[in-house]
């Protein structure tokens, strides 16, 4: 599935590229760009100049040339490539982590999710995807010009429709009160996430799953204590 939210553009497959859309130019392993399709403009790297023209209409996955017979590949941007060539404005979570938490959040189509700090967007995009095509993710930095460069992402791969990008201190304030008992997953990548934990069982519906990503184990101690404390029958992995 590609990151479109628009259900005719869904078909990874034989998904033609069109004038405006976002592609991954792929030139070679550990080299790829992500390129927004312009009819007159031009792609040029080491291996020289390839027309956008020249793009247009082909499927998805397609190798192009350029006058000397050089090729790179078009792909569609997957969460998978899109958290590989995104601008790190943060550290980010890669694939690995994102799998993880997704599957452990048991998050599907159709879920309520919350979400802070973005950061670069990295994990947001791959909730985006799993939560499509009618669920929604809510997601908050306090950084004003971090959330207004995560929006602008979104909008540019297709997501806007599926994120809320807010900016908000979580830890100070918690989430808004009127996501209370609405979400169906919390997740928290904060330097202080214990902080927020007590807005975090507020938001999250009697079923709701939770998720603190913190790097050292101090943080995890403090929030495990936090989440004793908030949640009754807490049962922690
Ligand atoms: C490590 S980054 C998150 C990276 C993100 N998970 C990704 O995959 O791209 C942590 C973010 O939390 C934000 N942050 C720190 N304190 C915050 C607070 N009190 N409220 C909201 N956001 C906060 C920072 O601005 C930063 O963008």
């Known amino acids: 599935m590609l990151l479109t939210s628009n259900p005719e553009k869904t078909i990874a497959f034989n998904r ?3 004038d405006g859309n976002l592609v991954i130019v792929y ?6 760009k992500a390129v927004t399709v312009s009819e007159g403009s031009v792609f040029q790297n080491s291996l ?4 956008h023209s020249d793009w247009i209409g082909k499927p998805f996955g397609s190798k192009v040339f350029n006058n000397k017979g050089d090729f790179v590949y078009l792909l569609a941007p997957t969460p998978e490539l899109w958290t ?3 601008n790190h404005r943060t550290q980010i979570l890669y694939i690995p982590d994102i799998s993880f938490v997704i599957m452990y959040l048991e998050i599907v189509a159709g879920c309520l999710v919350l979400e802070s700090g973005t950061g670069s967007g990295s994990l947001t995009t791959s909730l985006a995807r799993a939560i499509a095509p009618n669920g929604h993710v809510y997601t908050f930095d306090f950084h004003e010009q971090r959330a207004a460069s995560a929006r602008d992402d979104f909008e540019r791969i297709g997501l806007s429709s599926l994120i809320s990008c807010g900016v908000r201190d979580i830890q100070g304030e918690g989430f808004p009160d009127e996501l209370n008992e609405l979400a169906d997953s919390v997740f928290l990548d904060l330097p202080q996430p214990w902080l927020a934990i007590p807005s ?3 938001m999250l519906k009697q079923d709701g799953t ?6 050292c184990i101090e943080q995890v101690q403090r929030s495990c204590d936090a989440l004793q404390s908030c949640f009754t029958g807490w049962n922690g992995i």
């Open 16 to 18: 033609k590229i069109h």
């Open 48 to 51: 020289g100049a390839f027309k």
């Open 210 to 215: 939770f998720c603190s990503f913190s790097p």
């Open 27 to 32: 030139v070679k392993h550990g080299n790829m």
């Open 200 to 202: 975090a069982a507020k």
């Open 84 to 86: 590989l060539v995104l």
